[in-house]
């Protein structure tokens, strides 16, 4: 691995972490018999960066620290957990929860969003992640994304019930073009390819005698069994760039959801689906479901970042070994398909041992700013920790990690319209997302963003207890004009 990989800024106790990261990353093998080679760290210098934009207002705080920045809710939706897309029957390999009981005849649930985006013509485009959370139970399961039309709810009517979510097309993800084998870079088996549908137990796979739907055979249609996307974004050109979690891989489609060129592996982070884990031998270096829950351009399209939900279980390969909260943001050059080496350092909240906090998504909001979700993994009562917070790539504390500003308590979102109405265990003039997977975050305006929910259908009730999640979407607005994103040029 090249030296380029570490970020030079850093201060000495996190760049020595990061040089023996590139060390042992360089002697973790790239080549592996199948086709499966790493790409360089980075190709060609990054171009110089775009002059920075001009600096927004200076934020003034709530009169309690602890609620973010002034705001109300302004919005609410919701795709009820009973919603079925038609396609191949799925939910073969879950059990019955919360009242469900699989399998779904010919249709596909849509078990939250993972990702979102903004479309032009006032619809959204809505991602689902695998279908339900693993490798082996997610074969039937047709990854893809959603065109969406949302009528928030924005008044109070006396009522808990939030505004619709009108489901207006699917684009499932594809392998038509066979970029999965032609026996070049990433070559994976997919679902497409076997006569059956495989599960998986420990490293092996597992034939469950179950014959694949013709329609994803005939179309090379993609699984939650060969990838588990989780987050997306939208280039210039119309394509989409997915970040991804069995790999982790970046990955390329077009406007059609078919995949235009091989995945894209990490120079380190391999996950335990990773096939130089399961096939070769490989260490895993990142924990199950802690690959690219982020990936989002900055405000000129150059660069992406893809950020995973944790730090790398390999301690060495930490920013801070001894320390969890740590963890890089990614920089990767669209252009050339390559990491540039770039990787900027963010602290969670939390304790640095045994930490449990996940980046749940990231957006760009204007030039080198973002906005960024911690949450954890309770739900309901017990939900602790589900915030947004801003930081920019230009401003650093004292340590050399990115400086961030809260923006919002999730489970304590000001409501003075009462648009949520007088929700179970919610104070009046209060709004909550007591959710376990808050994954998604998108601008709405300068003024407001939006947040929306991966339900992990059909296993959890945060809403209501003993009801299946489901699909909620909030629009949230700020006194000051925070989200100044621009138009890039074609």
């Not at 010919?106 to 693993?134: E, H, I, R, V």
């Not at 329609?215 to 210039?236: C, M, N, P």
């Not at 700013?369 to 602790?384: M, N, P, Q, T, W």
């Amino acid at each position: 691995m090249s030296s380029r990989f570490i970020p030079l800024s850093l201060p000495r106790h996190i760049a020595i972490a990061a040089v023996a990261s590139a060390v042992l990353a360089a002697c973790g093998g790239g080549g592996n018999g199948n086709g499966i080679v790493l790409p360089p760290v980075a190709g060609t210098p990054a171009p110089s960066p775009a002059p920075a934009p001009a600096p927004a207002p200076a934020p003034q705080p709530s009169p309690d620290p602890s609620a973010g920045l002034p705001h109300k809710l302004t919005g609410w939706a919701s795709l009820p957990a009973t919603f079925r897309q038609p396609g191949p029957t799925t939910g073969q390999f879950i059990t019955a929860a919360l009242g469900v009981t699989p399998p779904f005849v010919d249709g596909q649930p849509l078990p939250g969003f993972s990702a979102l985006l903004k479309n032009d013509d006032g619809t959204w485009t809505a991602m689902p992640d695998n279908g339900y959370g693993s490798k082996s139970n997610s074969g039937d399961f047709v990854v893809g994304f959603y065109n969406v039309s949302i009528d928030f709810r924005t008044a109070s009517n006396g009522t808990t019930v939030p505004g619709t979510v009108k489901v207006n097309s699917h684009v499932a993800f594809n392998d038509a073009k066979g970029y999965l084998k032609d026996g070049k870079g990433v070559d994976l088996k997919i679902t497409a390819d076997f006569a059956n549908y495989q599960t998986v137990s420990g490293n092996n796979l597992v034939d469950s005698g179950k014959p694949v739907d013709t329609r994803i055979v005939s179309g090379r249609l993609l699984t939650g069994f060969d990838l588990d996307v989780e987050s997306i974004a939208r280039a210039k050109d119309g394509t989409y760039f997915v970040g991804e979690e069995f790999g982790p891989y970046i990955l390329h489609f077009d406007k059609d959801g078919t995949l235009m060129s091989d995945p894209v592996p990490h120079p380190f982070l391999r996950s335990p689906s990773n096939p130089l884990v399961m096939n070769e031998g490989a260490t895993a270096t990142s924990l199950s479901s802690r690959g690219f829950e982020s990936l989002a351009f900055n405000g000129d399209k150059t660069r992406l970042y893809a950020v995973p939900e944790a730090a790398p279980s390999l301690a060495s390969l930490r920013p801070v070994a001894d320390d969890e909260r740590y963890l890089n943001f990614f920089e990767f050059d669209p252009a050339s398909m390559l990491y540039t080496g770039k990787n900027p350092v963010y602290r969670k909240d939390g304790p640095a041992k045994d930490n449990q906090i996940v980046i749940g998504d990231m957006t760009n909001i204007g030039g080198n700013r973002f906005v960024l979700i911690e949450r954890d993994s309770l739900y309901g009562s017990k939900a602790v920790v589900k915030r947004l917070y801003m930081v920019d790539l230009d401003v650093k504390d004292a340590d050399g990690v990115l400086k961030k500003t809260l923006l919002v308590d999730l489970l304590n979102i000001s409501d003075p319209d009462d648009i949520g109405g007088p929700l179970a265990n919610v104070a009046n003039g209060k709004f909550s997302m007591p959710f376990d997977s808050i994954e998604s975050v998108e601008v709405v305006d300068d003024y407001t963003l939006a947040v929306a929910i991966d339900t992990n259908y059909p296993t959890e009730d945060g809403r209501v207890p003993g009801k299946p999640d489901d699909t909620e979407i909030v629009t949230i607005r700020f006194e000051q004009p925070l989200f100044k994103r621009g138009t890039p040029k074609t």
